[in-house]
């Protein structure tokens, strides 16, 4: 019996290392393109009861709502963000702005006008990754902030969550976390990381989009980083309502979540981050969003 189980933990142990090479391979920038093709010969299309999409800037809690969210027995994801594995969406990163789509925003944007993008084909890529015996699939690239109308035209019965968050906190994050040479371009004049004006551009940028496409998007909820740390229970109840589910949350505050290799509790990182600002910095990000901050009901840091 004992070596029965051994066995299985073994080959459970080989299976998991398989997928994570598979996944490893077909990510961007090292993706295989004849074998996702080889792959996808095996695959149907994808058509599950429900897409959801999670959208919103960079650093904003999108990773951690992912996670959260797809706690739930009925909804399938997959670690990463979709638009690195298929060849049919371009990423920022790819045209050498990591973390800054806004500077490449003509080129990554679609709306439902767009027909030059084989959603199809996007579809069949994710087969790949999500789990098929579940009816919901949830998807979060942050680049799909500017593709929600394209999204909602070509995915079917689809779902947006949007996520704010403090554009102080956003802009320090984005700052910090971006590295400008990961993917061996060479990025100029931002080789030595971005200013913090740029970083509000793209959280000013990202969420005007969202707002003003919102409109025209009849299955979207938008939510607030700030207030799923404060009562994530609630918060994500409502959303699973939203979805159509039945609440099955079973983790507590304490929970420990895998976010970005750290291992951590839901918490609010914002005073965190904002302690990483100058004045100058503040008054830089104010010049660039004060607009949207204010619509937000965001106050300046005393510092």
Known sequence: MEKFKNYLKQSNDIMLFVDKVKKYLLRKPHRIKMLARCLSLFEKTIEPEKWVFIVGCYDSGTSLLKKIISSHSQISTFHGEGAFFTDELITPEELGWPR???????????TEKDNHIN???????????????????????????????????????SYFIFIVRNGYAVSEGIR??????????KYSPYEN?????????????????????AKSIKRFKKVFYEDICEKPNE??????????LKNKITWTTGTKWKIHDYNMEIKNLNAKSIERLTVNDISNIEKV???????YGYKPPVK
């Open 119 to 157: 959603a199809e084909k996007v579809k069949k890529d994710w087969s790949l990754l999500f789990n098929k015996e579940k009816k919901i699939f949830l998807e979060k690239s942050i680049v799909n902030s500017a593709r929600i109308l394209w999204l909602n035209k070509n995915f079917k019965n």
């Open 193 to 213: 990381g971005y200013p913090i004006e740029l970083c509000a551009k793209q959280w000013f940028i990202n969420n005007k989009i969202i707002e003003n496409d």
């Open 100 to 110: 800054m789509w806004c500077q490449v925003g003509e080129k990554v944007r679609l």
């Open 235 to 244: 918060i994500i109840s409502d959303i699973y309502k939203f979805l159509g």
């Open 289 to 295: 969003a004060s607009s949207m901050l204010d619509y």
């Open 176 to 185: 910090r976390r971006a590295k400008t040479t990961k993917w061996k371009i």
